[in-house]
């Protein structure tokens, strides 16, 4: 579902993403299921100060991590009978992490488009969705029935991403540059700097719940962005090569019902904290 992973990692991002494991497990510790994800995309994920609604201890922090990829994180961790581990780490550090071993899996709403499939290999998916557009409640947006009715407006989505990439479908869009990551976008939003910004269904339910000037814009089928399954769809990320790993998340994932997963993403948007900037 988001997330077009970028072909050159800096060294940059990578020194951050190690500095961001040091607080993990020993990874060779077999007994752990380490789980590496943002903390910063609700309903999916977020950081929050305490345990509440079945929140989770992120490695070598005080904080906590909650959401639905935290929920399928501790059905999988259960699962394997481990002890999961949670460890916050930048977007695109993830790959790194579990190529390097340091993470064993990626929960982070994830794709698996045909590009991260050359680096790391993708479990069966865990959900499915459809894009939107965030905007503010009162605009000139709000009612909008087409992306075509944003035409001339000025929208914007997360860097390194897919979303980024469909603005482009909109004609005469004011393309704005990409942001690090939601909370920055919806500052942009409420500031007037941007008319909207691509996201996915669930961000934009958890944030018209959560925010009382923001609201979201879905579209009916021939009117919204075009987008392949691989792209809406997000999935396990792991090690290229382990087959083993990726067949028990798949047998646990399959025993999982589409009935216990919509429950979840309820909890999820219900339980998201308030303020998440």
Known sequence: MKKLLSLISCAAIIAASVTSFSGCANKNDSNQL???????????????????????????????AGGY?????KKIAEGMGKELVIVKTEWDGLPQGVQSGVLDVIIAGMSPTEERKKT??????????????????????ENAKSIQDFSGAKITAQLNTFHYTVIDQINGVKKEAAMDNFPAMRVALESGMIDAYVAEKPEGISIESANPTLTYVSFDEGNGFEASEEDTAIAVGYKKGNKELGDQINKILAGISEEERIEMMNNAIKNQPVAQE
Do not use: H, R
């Open 69 to 73: 990829d935290v929920e399928i994180a």
């Open 120 to 141: 790391i290999d993708f479990s069966d998916n865990y959900y499915k969705s459809d894009l939107i557009l965030v905007v503010k409640k009162g605009s000139k947006y």
């Open 34 to 64: 380490k789980v590496g994800l943002e903390c910063a995309y609700p309903p999916f994920n977020w950081t929050q100060i305490d345990d509440s609604n079945g929140a989770v201890k992120i490695s070598g922090t005080q904080e906590f």
